[in-house]
């Protein structure tokens, strides 16, 4: 599996990755991943590559990431190069009109990918008091929730027990069940 995780400083990218690893190593599966590239400053782009398997580079080709986790709309539509036909596009939105440009919806359908947008921070509002910083595992909710290979629920949600900081945990266990409910409401 290769994923390509995209957004901006402080929505939690580290951390998305540590989960990937974790869950990967679980399954006594060999994992690479990369620095994050950008400003990881708050606020700034960044893009983080990452693979399960037997690669030798971190890097992801244009056209070969299974998964594109968009922490941000802008960043994820800058980075659907990154796609393979048939990958899957999980993109935290806060305009729903950005993904209706007829140009985008095209170039979507033709390369088959599926689409998982969803309102991101409208749900932290309503149901976590508007804390964004549990983002990241509401998006890996949503993944697993869209069977997502290599993100099964039990393994998530395992990774998540392990890794969360103690006074995080039932907050990043909630997150992760409203990501789910994104898919299956």
């Given amino acids: ?16 990755s540590k989960v990937l690893g974790k869950i990967a190593i679980d399954k006594g599966l060999p994992v690479i991943g990369n620095e994050v590239h950008g ?5 700034g782009s ?13 890097l ?3 056209g070969h990431a299974d998964v594109l986790m968009a922490f941000d709309q802008n960043e994820g539509i800058r980075s659907l190069a990154f796609l ?8 935290n939105i806060n305009e729903p009109c950005a993904l209706e440009n007829a140009h985008l919806k095209k170039h979507l359908s033709d390369k088959k ?8 921070y409208e749900i932290l509002d309503r149901h976590m008091g508007g804390n964004y910083l549990f983002l990241n595992v509401l998006i890996l909710g949503a993944a697993s929730g869209m069977k997502a290979e290599g993100l099964e629920e039990e393994q998530v949600a395992a990774a998540l027990k392990e890794l969360s900081p ?13 990501g789910m409910k994104v898919i299956n409401p």
Avoid: W
């Fill in 84 to 91: 393979r036909e048939g990958g899957t596009f999980l993109v």
């Fill in 39 to 43: 400003m990881a400053q708050r606020g």
């Fill in 166 to 178: 103690p006074k995080h945990l039932k907050a990043n266990l909630k997150a992760f069940e409203l």
């Fill in 113 to 120: 990918i599926q689409t998982c947008p969803f309102l991101g």
């Fill in 1 to 16: 599996m290769k994923y390509v995780i995209v957004g901006i400083g402080g929505q939690g990218i580290l951390f998305t």
């Fill in 46 to 58: 960044v893009i983080s590559h990452f693979k399960v398997g037997d690669y030798r580079s971190p």
């Fill in 60 to 62: 992801v080709s244009e």
